[in-house]
């Protein structure tokens, strides 16, 4: 079977750990697991706690309640 190669994978893979700023990019950057539970003011033990106790599911699609009043809050006028 001959699958011509997808160029912007092939552009990507050259160039992507080279940029300075990624404008083009579908998905965040990632973090290491040290970064991400340092996120918030709760402590890694807690937020393991959390995480333990958390079902692994699809959640919800368009965003859970809680994460959209999070987002609206960035958005609020001071």
């Known amino acids: 079977m ?6 912007i ?3 990507l893979n050259i ?3 080279d940029a300075v700023y990624d404008i ?4 965040i950057a990632s973090l290491t697991l040290d970064e991400i539970l ?3 003011d709760t402590g890694k033990e807690v ?15 368009e965003g ?3 994460f959209k009043k ?8 001071a």
């Open 2 to 7: 001959d699958i011509q190669a997808f160029g």
């Open 38 to 40: 340092e996120i918030g």
């Open 70 to 77: 999070e987002v609206a809050r960035l958005y609020q006028k």
């Open 24 to 27: 083009a990019g579908s998905s």
């Open 64 to 66: 859970s309640p809680e």
């Open 15 to 17: 160039w992507e750990k």
């Open 47 to 61: 937020l393991l706690d959390q995480l333990f106790a958390k079902k692994m599911n699809y959640g919800w699609i």
């Open 9 to 11: 994978e092939e552009w």
